[in-house]
């Protein structure tokens, strides 16, 4: 981080250094050359007026001036290289492996160098809190992730159980969320060195259940005044707490430090037990709401450091709270403790949350699988059920007819006929919305296959032949050569089954059916006209419709029942395919369908 | 000793009726059961040389009656011929899987059922 210098203070000039020895040097050959001036001076004088003085002046010159430079080597030697040395020494603080020399002769020198080791150790110590503190938050980060990958419930909470334990150094931990509109309140909690001790689920709010955890129905306000950061509080009131706790305090997020004896509770719950277990030990407690977007990842600045940001108020509805424990007599959280212990309990909001979307989805797609499996048995039941009297009937109708039970009237005949024609109707009927509902629950194997479109369309044609012969209707084909795609060949032949017959059925005597086959481009286009009755304009866009008839089909009495196109349409888009149909009333129908192939 | 063509198992009365009917018309010897333990005893005891039997009936289904007569040396010459309600085609080869010569889905046509039964008694006398 750079920093504006403070204003009214200059930036200092740089000036340049100088060494101590070459200054020490200096100041004495100064003074080494003053003493030799003032003996050459003296032995100048001397010569002048008392000769006899020179031999001694001599002596007494050389002598101050050896003397001069023997303390100037010995005040160089004791003053720059120590220097040197500290400024080595400083120089490799950065290290923190080396300790300054204390052994000058100087004593502000020895000072100086046992003040620049103190710094070093503090600055040392100070180096290793950092990376501390950098470790504990990386592993807090990594504890988060994994909680979160977590799709179950259960799974993240014995994942946090799990990791907080050791991450932040707790005997316990003691999950709750609030169980309210939950159907009972969860916990799990670990010994030491993160071994379970158990984990489970809470009877309703008010209905502790014998063995079940923790029951949450004290009366609310009970432990309010723990709710505060800083504030102490008793481990049993935080055991019995009211789910109303979590908004204790204006909806702040909660700290409990708990540091007293307990006073003995009537017949304590199970978690209640372990938590006494820890019995007057450091409590810490973070609430975390339910909301996806935690305010952790609000901008620095917005927020300053310290308590103010710990204790600013989830954003969502409070959901439950994490409680870690340590012994009796344990050091108590560090300031940088509490903050990954929110970092990973709002991770665990978070994953909780995720966890609980999923689980409910998945709830809710295997109450619809099993729902479909019923319909889908429903109708397999329905179908034998209706089938078996219809054997009974149309076999018996069969019998009267060919006169095994004697002759009939022509009367009699006709009768019967409307008879047969009804339980054929009945039949179709049932057949129709077996296979619809059997394509809807996807229970009708669809088995793709590469299929020769071709080969399709013959064999289909071929099975109506003898109802369109009857007719008096003709068939003629038209289908290109290597038409293939990956298709359910029994579905297709379902599709070409129903569209031939509809043509051959409101076809005329003395008309003409086409089927005709061709690629277009990456698809199959089947097309199936006919020259028969055709749909009224107004009844076009409703023929793929459930039980829908067009109006001159059920004014001529033409037998159906209204499923044939439905189906037709299920299949194809089930293919990844699409059906229109063409027609004008009088003059014929075309159908056309598309396939990927 | 009367000798028995064919036997008949259907849990519905009328349907066994109209078969034993058809065939009885058709100049064969015809036994009726209503389930599937009754027509595993009739078959061990009588040796008809076909059996009529309907898939679902209470307590032994056709296809356990179909297995069970396979894997007894007695009964495994017998022909089998199945009556079922189901049109899916995993249900036809359940039946094939368990040893049956053939298939009618219901409803079926009586007359095709009779014509179904002389051809495969004709087939096996052959």
Request: aromatic share 2%; hydrophobic share 45%.
């Amino acid at each position: 981080v750079t920093r504006a210098p403070p204003p009214g203070v200059r930036p200092t000039r740089p000036v340049r250094p100088l060494p101590v020895v070459r200054l020490l040097g200096r100041a004495f050959a100064g003074l080494i050359a003053a003493i030799v001036l003032l003996g050459v001076a003296g032995i100048g004088v001397s010569l002048r007026y008392r000769p006899a003085a020179l031999p001694a002046l001599v002596a007494v010159t050389g002598l101050t001036a050896l003397l001069a430079v023997l303390t100037a080597v010995r005040v160089t030697g004791r003053i720059a290289r120590p220097l040197g040395r500290l400024l080595a020494a400083l120089d490799r603080l950065g290290d923190g492996v080396d300790r300054a020399p204390t052994d000058a002769d100087v004593a502000e020198v020895a000072a100086l160098a046992h003040a620049v080791n103190r710094v070093a150790a503090e600055a040392h110590r100070a180096r290793d809190r950092e990376a501390e503190a950098a470790r504990l938050a990386e592993a807090g980060h990594r504890l988060g992730i994994r909680i979160r990958r977590h799709l179950s419930v259960s799974g993240a909470l014995a994942e946090a159980a799990a990791g907080l334990g050791p991450l932040l150094d707790a005997d316990h931990v003691v999950i709750r969320l609030a169980g309210s509109d939950r159907g009972g309140a969860r916990w799990s909690r670990v010994g030491p060195g993160g071994t379970a001790l158990g984990s489970g689920v809470t009877g309703q709010v008010g209905d502790p259940g014998p063995g079940t955890g923790v029951a949450i129905d004290a009366p609310a306000g009970a432990g309010v005044e723990a709710a505060r950061p800083g504030a102490s509080g008793t481990v049993e009131p935080l055991a019995g707490l009211s789910p109303d706790w979590l908004l204790a305090g204006g909806g702040e997020r909660a700290y409990v430090w708990n540091d007293l004896a307990a006073a003995d509770p009537p017949a304590p719950p199970e978690e209640l037990v372990a938590l006494r277990a820890a019995g007057a030990g450091r409590v810490l407690t973070v609430v975390f709401a339910d909301d996806a977007d935690p305010p952790r990842a609000a901008a620095p600045g917005h927020h300053p450091p310290g308590p103010a940001a710990a204790s600013r108020p989830p954003a969502g509805q409070p959901a439950g709270a994490v409680t870690v424990i340590r012994q009796p007599g344990a050091e108590p959280w560090s300031a940088r403790q509490v903050r990954v212990a929110e970092a990973v309990t709002a991770d665990l909001g978070r994953g909780l949350l995720h966890a609980q979307l999923y689980e409910r989805e998945q709830e809710l797609a295997g109450r619809l699988r099993d729902l479909d499996e019923a319909k889908t048995d429903f109708m397999a039941t329905v179908s034998h059920e209706l089938r078996t009297p219809l054997t009974s009937i149309a076999g018996y109708l069969e019998m009267l007819s060919d006169g095994d039970a004697g002759g009939l009237t022509p009367a009699q005949e006709r009768m019967l006929a409307v008879i047969a024609r009804n339980t054929a109707r009945l039949r179709a009927l049932i057949e129709d919305l077996l296979v619809l509902s059997r394509i809807d629950s996807g229970t009708l194997p669809a088995s793709r296959r590469d299929v020769e479109f071709g080969w399709l369309i013959t064999s289909a044609v071929a099975a109506v032949r003898p109802a369109a012969a009857a007719a008096g209707v003709s068939i003629e084909t038209e289908v290109g050569g290597g038409l293939t795609g990956r298709a359910d060949p029994e579905q297709l032949d379902r599709v070409l089954t129903n569209l031939l017959g509809n043509a051959v059925k409101f076809t005329p005597r003395g008309g003409r059916v086409r089927v005709c086959a061709e690629r277009d481009g990456d698809e199959v286009t089947v097309r199936v006209s006919d020259t028969g009755m055709g749909i009224p304009e107004d009844d076009q866009r409703h023929v793929f419709t459930r039980f829908f008839r067009a109006r001159n089909a059920a004014e001529q009495a033409i037998p159906g029942t209204g499923l044939g196109l439905a189906i037709v349409r299920t299949i194809v888009s089930h293919h990844g395919g699409r059906v229109s149909v063409m027609s004008r009333e009088g003059e014929g129908t075309t159908v056309t369908v598309r396939l990927p192939c | 000793v009367a000798v028995t063509d064919v036997l008949i198992a259907d849990d519905d009365a009328d349907i066994r009726d109209l078969v034993a009917f058809k065939l009885e018309q058709a100049g064969l010897a015809v036994r009726t059961v209503n389930d599937g333990l009754a027509a595993l005893e009739e078959a061990r005891a009588e040796r008809p040389r076909l059996v009529v039997l309907d898939v679902s009936m209470p307590g032994m289904s056709g296809l356990d009656v179909c297995r069970m007569l396979r894997a007894d040396p007695g009964t495994q010459g017998m022909l089998i011929l199945m009556l079922t309600a189901r049109v899916q085609e995993r249900d036809v080869e359940g039946g094939f899987s368990a040893g049956a010569d053939d298939y009618v889905t219901k409803p079926f046509s009586p007359r095709e059922l009779v014509s179904r039964v002389q051809a495969m008694l004709a087939r096996a006398r052959a």
